[in-house]
């Protein structure tokens, strides 16, 4: 079988492949999301040292600069696309 699956409660269901996720995800997100509440930086980039910074306080796991601003660049658009 090219795939595993797991069952539970009955139900037959996907497992993702590959290697697990290194960073939470969903936790710099949400670093994001309250740092936006505080204000809109200028640029992408000042943003992006801005979660960096935060997650280091709050001992959250931060990427490298590439991925850190793919995660947090669809909540800085939308910031800045309600700004204007």
């Known amino acids: 079988m090219t795939w595993m ?18 960073y939470d ?22 943003f992006v040292e801005r979660v ?7 001992h959250v796991k931060a990427p490298k600069d590439t991925l850190l601003t793919e995660i947090c660049s669809p909540v800085f658009l939308r910031a800045e696309s309600a700004r204007k």
């Open 52 to 58: 960096r910074h935060e997650c280091k306080l709050r």
């Open 25 to 46: 995800h969903a936790g710099i997100t949400k670093v994001a999301e309250e740092l936006i509440l505080r204000g809109v930086d200028a640029k992408l980039d000042w």
């Open 5 to 22: 699956r797991a069952i539970v409660a009955g139900i037959v269901g996907r497992l993702p492949r590959g290697r697990p996720r290194e």
